[in-house]
T-cell receptor, first 116, second 110 residues
Framework: ETGVTQTPRHLVMGMTNKKSLKCEQH?????MYWYKQSAKKPLELMFV???????ENNSVPSRFSPECPNSSHLFLHLHTLQPEDSALYLC???????????????FGPGTRLTVL | QKEVEQNSGPLSVPEGAIASLNCTYS??????FFWYRQYSGKSPELIMF????GDKEDGRFTAQLNKASQYVSLLIRDSQPSDSATYLC??????????FGKGTKLSVKP
């Protein structure tokens, strides 16, 4: 496989469930990101990992918990979510470990999350 | 609050025409500017990036940057129905972050 992959592509969960989103990049990149995309709102950066260390947490509620075990994999652990957390969750990666501002980001296909 | 503003559209142009997409940003220290295209139900894909004032051309696409006016645009020449999508402007902020606009929906009519 090439590029950035995400699983699952669709997820429906109740507010009391615990689930995890997975992202894998096959590009040899050093930085990985989680974004949230809600209807009629801009892409919102949630987390940034550079060389497997979290470098940014954009005031995300603690019910979202990221994990980056290595430079190719990124997880987003979900627990006790709210209906307003329903959105498209996008993973992205970029080559440079120095930060996202100047480096092209490549996106995965996203996970469409619905919280009931 | 650093912001990136785009007209949400929809912008409708006939096939073969030039589509002009505009974006303004608030962070004067921004260094990098990206245009992404997002088809409905798909993830964003990079079209172009630009770092310097002026024009940058790639095939039918031209990005234009004016840092003094804090303005970046994307021109699509000879628009095709397959160009119909939402175009996202993204700006690299002075604090190392990347900020996206809400996107402009483009519709190219055959």
């Amino acid at each position: 496989e090439t590029g950035v992959t995400q699983t699952p592509r669709h997820l429906v969960m109740g507010m009391t469930n615990k689930k995890s989103l997975k992202c894998e990049q096959h590009l040899g990149h050093n930085a990985m990101y989680w974004y949230k995309q809600s209807a009629k709102k801009p892409l919102e950066l949630m987390f940034v990992y550079s060389l497997e260390e979290r470098v940014e947490n954009n005031s995300v509620p603690s019910r979202f918990s990221p994990e980056c075990p290595n430079s190719s994999h990124l997880f987003l652990h979900l627990h006790t979510l709210q209906p307003e957390d329903s959105a498209l969750y996008l993973c992205a990666s970029s080559l440079s470990p120095t930060g996202p501002s100047t480096d092209t980001q490549y996106f995965g296909p996203g996970t469409r999350l619905t919280v009931l | 609050q650093k912001e990136v503003e785009q007209n949400s559209g929809p912008l409708s142009v006939p096939e073969g025409a030039i589509a002009s997409l505009n974006c303004t940003y608030s962070d004067r220290g921004s260094q990098s500017f990206f245009w992404y295209r997002q088809y409905s139900g798909k993830s964003p894909e990079l079209i172009m990036f630009i770092y310097s004032n002026g024009d940058k051309e790639d095939g039918r696409f031209t990005a234009q940057l004016n840092k003094a006016s804090q303005y970046v645009s994307l021109l699509i020449r000879d628009s095709q129905p397959s160009d119909s999508a939402t175009y996202l402007c993204a700006v690299g902020g002075s604090q190392g972050n990347l900020i996206f606009g809400k996107g402009t929906k483009l519709s190219v009519k055959p």
